[in-house]
């Protein structure tokens, strides 16, 4: 069965940077793109970052365009997320979905607060 596995996050000071990852498993990774979410407290989930299968495309909302870059390795399966000059506003639980399908993993949370 499909099955997404976040990794990586953590408590880090504003200005700071992460790196998250996403093992993915149950389907041919290198057909489909990859997205990935966060859900702050209150908040609805929103989708912050997408990368095609290739990984030729990328695209971000202008909330996180500039400081988070989404990349993917199709021989390990795998989808990351480089967050750079993180700010508190950025703390929420942080998931990756394959693009049209309505499957969540167990996210990682990510705190950034001094």
């Known amino acids: 069965q499909v099955q997404f596995v976040e990794s990586g996050g953590g408590l880090v000071q504003p200005g700071g940077s992460l790196r998250l990852s996403c093992a993915a498993s149950g389907f041919t990774f290198s057909d489909y793109a990859m997205t990935w979410y966060r859900q702050a407290p209150g908040k609805e989930r929103e989708r912050i970052a997408f990368?095609?299968?290739?990984?030729?495309?990328?695209n971000y909302p202008d909330s996180v365009k500039g400081r988070f870059t989404i990349s993917r390795d199709n021989a390990k399966n795998t989808v990351y997320l480089q967050m750079n000059s993180l700010k508190p506003e950025d703390t929420a639980v942080y998931y990756c979905r394959r693009y049209l399908l309505n499957k969540w993993g167990q996210g990682t949370q990510v705190t950034v607060s001094s």
């Open positions: 990368i095609s299968s290739t990984g030729s495309s990328t």
